[in-house]
Every structure is written in C-alpha cells, then in structure tokens.
C-alpha cells in the first residue's frame, strides 16, 4: 500500500468552483470594495506597462489569458490569490484603480506588435469609448474561487498562492516575498512594519525612499539584520548568513506564534539600532558614501557587506556613549573607512581574483577596536557588563564604609532588611564595577532610585 503523504490543499482544491466572468462584473466587484486586490500576503506590483499593454491587447484580439484564482471568506468578500497583475492591467487601462499605489492608473498603450495603431492610446480614444472599452468590459477570465463557507481552510490560500507562484518566475525562491506568503505572521507584518518608517529609510535602507521596492529587498534585508543579530554568537565564525536561517526564523515566529510582548521587544531593540546608527552617521547615503570608492558618485547607499557590521556593531552599543563622543566617532570612523585596505577587510571585497572571506567577528571586531574601543581607551571609559553582586566580606567593608546607613534613605540597614549592592554611578552613565562605584542599598530604595547618581 502506498504511504505517501498527499499535500493537504490538493485535497480540498474540489471545493474551488470554476466559472467565466467578465471583467465587467470583477469590475463591479472591486468598486464595491468586494474584492481586494491586494491582500497582505501579495507582493507589491511587478507588472510594467508594456506587458499590461499587452493583456489588453490579447482581450482585444478575444486571446485566452490565464485563469485568477480567488479565496472568498464567509462574508462574502474576495480576496486575489493570484491573477492581481492581470486585473490591475484591466482596471488599471480603465482609469478605475482605487487607493492602490501604481503607475497604470489610465494608462496609455505602449509596445503592441499586432494592434500597433492602438500604441499611445487610452481609454478616453475614441476608439476605445465606441467600441473597444465594451469589448473589454465583456471579456471574461476563467475564475477559480475557493469558497471557505464550503469548508475551505483560510491557511489553504497561502499553500495555493504558493504552489501558483514558487516554479515560475515570477516570485523569488528563498526570499522575504515567497516566505511572507506561505509564513504570513506578526512577525512578517513588524517587518514590513518597519520598512515603512523614515528611521528605516534614513538609516540602513540600501534605496532610495522613493524607490519602488517591487520584491520585497527591504524586507530581505530586516529579516536578514534580526536573523544575524539574533544568532551572532552561533554565526560569528562563518562568513556568510545562510538563508536556511532566516527562513528558520520566519517559520518559528510562524509555528510558535510569537506574542505581542515578544515582537514589542524585538521591535524596540531593532529600532535602537538603527536610532544608534543613525546618531553616529546622520544618514544612510553619509554612511554608504564612506565606503564610496568612487568620487564622481555623489550619492551612494550602503552595501550589505558593510549594513552586517554596522548593525550588529551598534546592536549593543551605549547611546549615551555615542551621543557623547559623537563627532569624535564619526571623525574616526570616517578616517578609518578612507583607507582602501580597511574598506576591502570590513566589506569583504575583491581583490584582483581573490576574495576576501573574514568571519563576521573578525571584521565585527577589526572595526570595533578601530573605532569605539578607541574612544574609550582615549577616555578610559570601561564597557562594564551588568554583573549579579554577593560577596559576603564585601558587603562587611560597604557597610562599614556608609556607617550602616543607606546612602539613598540615609536610614539604618538591618541584618534583617532586604538589601541589594548596586552602583552609584549607573552603567549606563559609564559607571563601572569597581568597589568604589558600589553601595549597599534596601531593595526598595535601589528600585526607586533607577539609574540615578547617588552619593554618599
């Protein structure tokens, strides 16, 4: 007997029902706001107006085109699993696109091989408005629609999606856009999320903000920055990122459905790398112009070799450091990227046949000790860690020290009080760990005082 496992959404696709519709009823359908074009788990426009020139013209000539498939939810809404790009062409020709940003709202024909006295034509052409636009409107497309009040899974869209677009061309394999579609999470969406900020675009981001980012790098490259920060310690000694991760990442945010208190974290520690980032550099073309090798370029963004360090450089970085010695750090950064021979280690380039292949610690630490240890060995600024303190003839020699008395409530310290050692001048404030820059404190005094200075 055979034991193969049969994929689920093949079970279930005889509950999609097949028909012919016009385009003037998807039309109605989609002015009524009964269809969504554009449901999160679709990439942004990739068509062009030369190939939608040519959909319409296959309509014109009454030339089959290939079938879209639709999901309907129980409220009778539609939403597009595939076949957005043929009817954005139609809509879009029709001067009846809505609340969808695109370049092929009325359109003009271009590139037409048969029909080429309709080239530089719209819709309004009096061809069109006699004849041609009814001809369109009555076109119909063999519609697929999987109907979920007949008991079709809502996850069963994704595989659909696809096992629609994963062996053609159209969506890039191992990529944000394939993942976001069949792994559609809270995860997914905080990234897009971000890519969506000026904090993004003016710090790390490798295009300009007006660039049309049709598949999804933006994303890519989050996805990428978190999966490496995530997994530094694991990925430090190779010198690459395998995408097996970051599809690993996606799938366990997907399968363990990770909360809002969890993203929340991800999201606030991300975004304080780019604002760390963006503290030092000022921008992403700043940035991207430091290792700009050439001078007749005058803008230039930063590369992914370069984005790898950078962001796990700053992932752990002290604001309140770098907002200090800000322009000393910057000046020294700058200094350091104008040497060829640092810019080829830390990006890891080619030169002449050989590539360069240093580990991300390698490149991670070259730049910090180069940089940020620099500052701080100028200044004798120490990187403490956060250290749990015990030590029982410490606390004797602290005691003594502050005459038994809590230095924040100036009140006795019984043997019988919950006390804590903590730092008089916080870590955050480069304080350090060292017997003199400690104090024992109650419990409750040292959780009210937070990071503030006290003195004894």
């Not at 639709?70 to 029709?94: A, N, P």
């Not at 008991?151 to 994704?158: A, D, H, I, P």
């Not at 030092?280 to 930063?302: A, D, M």
């Amino acid at each position: 007997m055979d034991t193969t496992t049969i994929d689920k959404s093949l079970l279930q696709l005889k509950q999609g029902t097949s028909s012919d519709t016009s385009i003037k009823t998807l039309l109605r359908f989609y002015l009524d706001d009964n269809i969504n074009l554009r449901p999160n788990y679709q990439r942004n426009e990739v068509i062009n107006r030369q190939k939608a020139s040519g959909i319409i013209e296959s309509a014109v000539l009454g030339i089959p085109l290939p079938p879209i498939y639709l999901f309907k939810d129980k409220e009778g809404k539609l939403e597009v699993i595939d076949g957005q790009q043929r009817l954005i062409s139609f809509f879009g020709f029709l001067g009846q696109l809505k609340g969808v940003k695109t370049k092929l709202n009325g359109f003009n024909l271009i590139g037409l091989d048969i029909l080429t006295n309709l080239n530089g034509l719209d819709h309004n052409h009096e061809y069109f408005k006699v004849v041609l636009n009814d001809k369109l409107l009555d076109f119909t497309l063999k519609t697929f629609t999987f109907d979920e009040e007949k008991g079709f899974e809502q996850s069963l869209k994704y595989e659909i999606f696809e096992r629609l677009n994963k062996n053609p061309f159209p969506i890039k394999a191992n990529s944000f856009e394939l993942w976001n579609c069949i792994y559609l999470s809270d995860f997914t969406r905080l990234i897009k999320k971000i890519v969506k900020t000026d904090l993004f675009h003016t710090s790390i981001s490798r295009k300009s903000a007006n660039t049309d980012d049709l598949r999804m790098d933006n994303e890519n490259d989050v996805l990428r920055f978190i999966t490496l920060i995530n997994n530094y310690e694991e990925l430090k000694d190779k010198n690459h990122l395998p995408k097996s991760l970051m599809l690993q990442s996606v799938k366990t945010h997907f399968e363990n459905k990770t909360t809002n208190l969890e993203l929340n974290s991800l999201e606030k520690n991300f975004t304080n790398t780019l604002k760390r980032i963006k503290l030092i550099f000022g921008s992403n073309i700043i940035l991207g112009q430091l290792v700009n090798e050439n001078p007749s370029r005058k803008k230039v963004y930063p590369n992914l070799t370069l984005l790898d360090v950078i962001t796990v450089l700053f992932s752990e970085e002290n604001e309140k450091f770098l907002q200090k010695y800000r322009d000393e750090i910057y000046d020294i950064f700058e200094n350091f990227f104008s040497d060829e021979t640092n810019r080829a280690f830390i990006q890891n380039s080619k030169r002449g046949k050989l590539r360069i292949n240093n580990t991300f610690a390698d490149r991670v630490d070259f730049l910090k000790s180069a940089t940020l240890d620099s500052v701080r060995k100028k200044y004798n600024i120490e990187k403490s860690i956060r250290i749990s303190i015990r030590d029982k003839t410490l606390e004797d020699k602290l005691l003594e020290k502050q005459n038994g008395l809590c230095p924040y409530c100036k009140n006795q310290i019984r043997t019988t009080d919950d006390y804590e050692i903590d730092h008089l001048q916080s870590l955050d404030d480069f304080g350090n760990n060292d017997e003199i820059n400690l104090a024992i404190l109650h419990q409750s005094c040292n959780r009210e005082k937070s990071n503030r200075k006290i003195l004894i």
